[in-house]
């Protein structure tokens, strides 16, 4: 099993980022292959300009940095989504890179009769989110179901991966350091359990 964690946090020292290393030291030392994408400090560049709708639409060349990140993700059996929640979702820089790496042609196809196919059905996707509010919050407000609808199918189930298993860090802005220190390494072990394939995947 190869793996692909991809982070995306302005802060080196962040809880996000924190788990993201953390991750990927754990899935090295299972023997697992794993690669770090840090969009931000790779200077990854989120903006869906002309070039990336003309490659949509099957018009145009596909952009080098585009390319670039494809062919990591086609490396990985298993990728890893590391990110803050922002309004309910995911930060711009993460969105900009689903937005122009899984695009027509690669993720999925759609032809000009509108017949759709998915493309990436081989890769199963996890997903870890850290937020500052606590669970029974996003259990009042929904966001568990507007997280289910908007990522886990709105994104990685439309272009036919599997969702290997959703976490949520709650509270990462009011919990102690040490409480926090602790569900990084359980998190992190986990993950590196389930993409190893020594612990069955729950969604």
Not at 107 to 128: E, G, Q
Not at 152 to 160: N, P
């Amino acid at each position: 099993m190869s793996s692909l964690v991809v982070v995306s946090h302005s802060d080196p020292n962040s809880l996000t980022q924190h788990i993201a290393h953390a991750t990927v030291d754990a899935i090295a030392a299972t023997g697992g292959g794993v690669e770090l994408a840090d969009l931000t400090a790779e200077n990854f560049d989120p903006r869906f300009s002309q070039a990336d709708l003309d490659q949509y639409r099957r018009t145009g060349i596909l952009p080098a940095d585009v390319k670039a990140e494809q062919d990591r993700v086609d490396r990985a059996d298993q990728l890893i989504l590391v990110f803050p929640m922002y309004w309910w979702s995911m930060p711009a820089l993460l969105k900009g890179w689903i937005d122009r790496v899984f695009i027509n042609g690669w993720a999925f196809d759609l032809t000009p009769d509108n017949a759709f196919t998915t493309k990436l059905d081989r890769l199963t996707v996890h997903l870890v989110a850290v937020a500052a509010d606590d669970n029974s919050s996003f259990e009042r407000h929904g966001i568990h179901d507007a997280f289910r609808i908007q990522i886990e199918r709105g994104i990685v189930e439309y272009v036919g991966a599997t969702v290997g298993s959703t976490t949520f860090v709650h509270e990462s802005e009011s919990k102690s350091r040490d409480a926090l220190a602790s569900e990084v390494r359980e998190l992190a072990d986990a993950l590196a359990q389930k993409v190893s394939g020594l612990q069955t995947v729950d969604a």
